[in-house]
């Protein structure tokens, strides 16, 4: 491999990681969200 070719398969890696540290929280978010709902339906 080249220079060029380490540096894609790098910052490849890193856009790879940074997609799923953010759908982890989005999917916390969500959750986050559902669980406040229910708690608001339940309690009234």
């Known amino acids: ?3 060029k070719d380490d540096r894609i398969l ?3 890696r890193r ?3 940074r997609a799923l ?3 982890l929280l989005l ?3 969500v959750l986050l969200i ?3 709902t ?3 339906m ?3």
């Open 27 to 29: 999917g916390a978010f």
């Open 1 to 3: 491999m080249t220079l």
């Open 38 to 40: 229910i708690v608001r």
């Open 42 to 44: 339940t309690g009234k």
């Open 21 to 23: 540290v953010m759908a």
């Open 15 to 17: 856009q790879k990681s």
């Open 10 to 12: 790098e910052i490849r």
């Open 34 to 36: 559902y669980g406040i």
